[in-house]
């Protein structure tokens, strides 16, 4: 009997409204997935489609409603239900990922293992994860810091016009480690101008400066940078590493950008081959797609999954990072649960 596959719409809320350089938002809707086999066994995985990587939830359903009929019936050929996939009917891939992750899921589950434990990894080894604190007025500012107070590393948004009175109301506030994220806002000559600023401030991890294509001023930057800069947005798949190698210290993977779990191990692969520094972040997305990142943990450098503790209506349960420290579930498969 062939895989079934079904999806059902997720809404979250973030705590506060949720604004990074290129917008606010407070309300998410994502796409589960349950891809079920001919012994009732379920596999999960979650669709974060954003704007910004050319999906919408409607753009993703549509997309989940091609690839279900070329499942096939074997969940364990998961190399080849991925290419199939991705040949079909490419980008998409936040509705891809949903698929492997449930594929994975469902394949661990019928092993009995945890999904690190199928991957033959040591789950103490996961590094721990920054809290990110949104673009907000001083006053909400100071706020998030204190509740993030069991976070010891933060992550800040900046790209705004009021960097650095951001930065100033941070360091006011805490005395914990400072990473931050400029979400493109920067040009490469502003970037430059602000890293004794943030040298000052005692910034330890510039994430993508500039816009995604300007891999010249990516590289002007890191030229002058004293802290590791990584590119997110410019590193979207496997293929964009090797022209980032030497021109940034590292890359940000997230499944949604990449499209497979399979492909995030690739990308750790090439990244070590060219000895870059490698971060995992997501999405604002449910404990079902930041279980999936999750499982790549050990194998990273930096963590960034605070997009379900960033919830107040997480639906399920499954990795989490108390304290920041990324704990990875007993349970087989993702390991995650509804609550
Ligand atoms: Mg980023």
Redesign the pocket.
């Known amino acids: 009997m062939t895989l079934r596959l079904s999806t059902e719409v997720l809404t979250l809320h973030t705590r506060h409204p949720f604004v990074i350089a290129r917008g606010s938002q407070t309300e998410y809707r994502t796409l589960m997935v349950k891809i079920t086999d001919s012994d009732g066994v379920e596999g999960w995985g979650e669709a974060a489609a954003t704007r910004f990587y050319g999906e919408t939830l409607d753009t993703a359903a549509a997309a989940l409603a091609t690839y279900g009929p070329l499942l096939g019936d074997d969940p364990f050929q998961l190399e080849s239900i991925e290419l199939c996939l991705e040949t079909t009917l490419q980008r998409n891939a936040a509705a891809r990922v949903a698929i492997s992750a449930a594929l994975h899921d469902l394949v661990a589950k019928r092993l009995g293992l945890p999904l690190w434990q199928y991957w033959g990894l040591d789950r103490a080894r996961a590094p721990r994860s920054t809290f990110t604190i949104g673009i907000d007025t001083p006053e909400m500012t100071r706020r998030k810091v204190t509740e993030a107070a069991d976070y010891p590393i933060l992550k800040v948004k900046l790209g705004s016009t009021d960097d650095l009175a951001i930065l100033r109301t941070m360091r006011e506030a805490t005395d914990r480690e400072l990473r931050v994220?400029a979400?493109c806002g920067w040009t490469a000559a502003h970037a430059v101008h602000m890293l004794p600023v943030l040298e000052e401030f005692g910034v330890t991890v510039l994430?993508?400066p500039v816009a995604p294509g300007d891999l010249d001023g990516l590289e002007h930057v890191r030229r002058h940078a004293r802290i590791p800069v990584i590119a997110?947005e410019s590193c979207v798949t496997s293929a964009d590493i090797p022209r980032l190698a030497g021109r940034v210290d590292g890359i940000?993977i997230k499944l949604a950008k990449c499209g497979s779990l399979r492909e995030a191990l690739r990308m750790i692969a090439i990244a070590r081959a060219h000895q870059m520094t490698v971060m995992v972040?997501c999405m604002i997305e449910s404990s079902l797609g930041i279980t999936a990142a999750a499982h790549l943990t050990p194998l990273v450098d930096i963590v960034d999954l605070d997009g379900a503790a960033l919830l107040r209506d997480d639906p399920f349960s499954g990795a989490t990072i108390p304290q920041g420290q990324v704990t990875l579930p007993d349970g087989p498969g993702l390991g995650v649960v509804r609550r």
Do not use: A, V
């Open positions: 994220d979400n994430e993508q997110d940000n972040g």
